[in-house]
């Protein structure tokens, strides 16, 4: 990583995390068409599930439950903690949702000795890593949970008990995350909601909170950048379909990470950021173009004076944009596997097919304009093949470049 790159990341990880300012709460309302969801206070592992026609099973390390009928009922060594009739809309399974109380109610004392059990019983008491429970361990009680028997339950299982402000504290945590991602749900597809967001959380290091806000950023830029150009060129549909259709989830999904392991201006060196030039109640920038950054400033003007030239311009600006987000992401998706961070391996690799769809969308529209060497006009830098950037419809972009014919790349000419 660029000395220069690395100076900007401490003010990209502060100004990602203002895009999360009055998100809305997830709806808990609860709907019966969908019966497979997660049991939750960080993802729990190991609790016995029941379904009302005998159905049963064990939650896997994301929490997740399958039943054919409801109500499911759900046990931990004997303890029966609670039964759902229907499920809420966003499929998770709180201790709230188990004693019957609002997502909101984290006190109420019920709520508080049930995420204490189920921290406690966590096999290694590190519920940030999600909560894993051996099977093997037994209270020798089989009853419907009750607080008031809280040390109980725990001494018969042998473990030491979680204290109560630590419990709420990760609830708590944990309800407003998982809440907030709910809120960006409808911009991030469900295969990359469910494999790569909806996880456990792996162990980050700085360098990959770097990463992770670093290319934030520069889905931002991307957006404001084909939004500003498509003003210029309303004709030519690439500009428009790939920002409304494609960097709207490309961004939500780093927006989703963010969210997913609280990252805010503590995690690096506080910085004074202002913040005006991002909206608190939208997903995007409300000043586009706008930018704290300097190296991102001057990345944007130097794209926007390129593309402001003319139309072919504005297309190569195209290819421009996405060979350097596919660099950036090479480089980002080796170092979280290096760290075995594998959700945000998975979401990268979402942003990355995307680009690579991106690619062939402006060199396709580039020859349809005129240009038949497409995004190879540009030179080597920016000249690929197939080999290169494989054709794939992970990213769920636009491939066609002016949204009608299929992309025909062979490769360079």
Not at 2 to 11: C, E, N
Not at 374 to 393: F, I, N, R
């Amino acid at each position: 990583m660029s000395l220069l790159r690395k100076k900007t990341i401490a003010l990209s990880l502060i100004a990602l995390t203002a895009l999360f300012n009055g998100c809305n709460e997830g709806n808990t309302s609860s709907v019966d068409t969908s019966i497979a969801g997660q049991l939750v206070d960080s993802y729990i592992q190991g609790t016995h599930y029941k379904c009302s026609d005998g159905q049963e099973g064990t939650t896997n390390e994301n929490g997740d439950f399958t039943c054919d009928t409801l109500p499911v009922t759900f046990t931990v060594n004997g303890i029966k903690l609670g039964e759902i009739t229907s499920l809420p809309e966003d499929k998770n399974i709180f201790p709230q949702d188990l004693v019957g109380v609002e997502r909101s109610d984290v006190n109420n004392s019920e709520v508080l000795a049930m995420a204490q059990l189920l921290q406690s019983l966590d096999s290694d008491q590190d519920p940030e890593n999600g909560i894993s429970i051996d099977t093997n361990l037994t209270t020798n009680i089989s009853e419907d949970f009750n607080a008031s028997n809280l040390d109980t339950y725990l001494s018969n299982a042998e473990v030491s008990k979680v204290t109560q402000e630590n419990a709420y504290a990760h609830l708590e945590k944990t309800t407003h995350t998982v809440e907030t991602i709910d809120g960006l749900s409808d911009n991030i597809p469900s295969s990359v909601l469910e494999d790569d967001i909806n996880t456990p959380l792996s162990t980050l290091t700085d360098d990959i909170k770097e990463h992770i806000a670093y290319m934030g950023n520069e889905e931002r830029l991307a957006y404001d950048v084909y939004n500003a150009l498509s003003v210029l060129y309303p004709d030519q549909q690439v500009l428009i379909n790939i920002p409304q259709k494609s960097e709207i989830q490309h961004l939500t999904t780093v927006k989703a990470l963010v969210a997913k392991y609280s990252l805010d201006s503590e995690v690096l060196s506080v910085r004074d950021v202002n913040n005006s030039t991002l909206s608190s109640d939208s997903n995007i920038s409300s000043v586009a173009g706008i930018y704290d950054i300097q190296v991102i400033q001057d990345l944007y003007d130097t794209l926007i004076s390129k593309g402001e030239s003319s139309e072919v311009d504005a297309l190569q600006v195209g290819c421009m944009v996405e060979v350097t987000d596919i660099n950036d992401l090479d480089i980002s998706i080796l170092a979280a596997e290096e760290s075995n961070a594998t959700d945000v391996v998975g979401a990268f690799n979402f942003l990355r097919d995307g680009s690579y769809s991106h690619y062939w969308s402006f060199d396709n529209s580039l020859k349809n304009a005129g240009v038949t060497d497409g995004c190879c006009s540009l030179g080597d830098e920016y000249c690929k093949t197939e080999a290169d950037y494989p054709v794939t419809d992970k990213g769920n972009d636009e491939k066609k470049g002016d949204g009608s014919g299929e992309q025909k790349r062979k490769g360079k000419q």
